[in-house]
Nanobody, 121 residues
Framework: QVQLVESGGGLVQPGGSLRLSCAAS????????MSWYRQAPGKERELVAY????????NYADSVKGRFTISRDNAKNTVYLQMNSLKPEDTAVYYC??????????????WGQGTQVTVSS
């Protein structure tokens, strides 16, 4: 059974930092791209950062470039999102996603349950 469990969210002041983690299980983690998305109240879910299986060609949303860093540790089956210089507009529920995972011959995208990030003074 594929599971993605996010952690690390919380309340932080503007300018602060948080590191989100997403622990994966139930599939061959190192073989698949991973992404972080976020959804703010009243807004659509948006892609924040993407990391391919080999760690090259990492992509970021323009709104987070230079402030957020996505990384992965294949030995720990975990993907991270380091968030620096946080702004109130970064407030959202953050989700990790495993892209196009094959499990028992069926291909699906899988999502975690989300972790709340609130940036406020």
């Amino acid at each position: 059974q594929v599971q993605l469990v996010e952690s690390g969210g919380g309340l932080v002041q503007p300018g602060g930092s948080l590191r989100l983690s997403c622990a994966a299980s139930g599939f061959t983690f190192r073989a698949y791209p991973m992404s972080w998305y976020r959804q703010a109240p009243g807004k659509e879910r948006e892609l924040v950062a993407y990391i391919p299986s080999a760690g090259r060609s990492i992509n970021y949303a323009d709104s987070v470039k230079g402030r957020f860093t996505i990384s992965r540790d294949n030995a720990k089956n975990t993907v991270y999102l380091q968030m620096n210089s946080l702004k109130p507009e970064d407030t959202a529920v953050y989700y990790c996603k495993a892209d196009s995972v094959f499990v028992r011959g069926v291909q699906n995208d899988y999502w975690g349950q989300g972790t709340q990030v609130t940036v406020s003074s």
